[in-house]
């Protein structure tokens, strides 16, 4: 990820932030289109559900030029998500949502140079996510051989 990839980022969330709701609204009805079977993942209330995603998004992007501050917070929420019973196909169905939703809220400012910008930072925030939830799902026992 390159500082013009950053910025395009940054600006871009900066336009979605006014309609955070309606946004979060649109990703999982779009999420749920995608893969019905993630709706049985998600027990309390979607609303708050949205704020929270509208909140580790505005963080995640906010420091995305700072990985000391981003890259610990994506691991930890990368273990939470694993014991919530979220595998790594699940994260493919949620970039396409979340890049649906972007081109939906942003319209014509949803430029190709943003889309890639957005696939890129996605695949990172995935990326490292998914590695905390296969690290924490190695046994311990078999971890300590590994090391060796």
Wanted: aromatic share 8%; net charge neutral.
């Amino acid at each position: 990820m390159n500082a013009r990839q950053v910025e395009l980022v940054q600006r871009s969330f900066a336009q979605v932030q006014p309609i955070a709701d309606v946004a979060s609204g649109l990703f999982y009805a779009r999420l749920f289109d995608l893969d019905p079977g993630l709706r049985a993942l998600f027990r309390g209330d979607m609303n708050e559900q949205g704020h929270k995603l509208m909140l580790m998004l505005g963080i995640a992007v906010a420091n995305l030029n700072k990985p000391e501050v981003v890259l610990p917070a994506l691991r930890k929420l990368g273990e939470r998500h694993a014991g919530y019973g979220v595998t790594a196909h699940h994260y493919e169905t949620v970039g396409s949502a979340l890049l649906w939703t972007l081109e939906q809220g942003l319209g014509e400012a949803f430029t190709p140079e943003v889309c890639l910008a957005w696939e890129t930072v996605y695949r990172l925030v995935a990326d490292t996510m998914k590695a905390a939830a296969r690290e924490q799902t190695i046994p311990r026992a078999k971890l300590g051989t590994l090391l060796v």
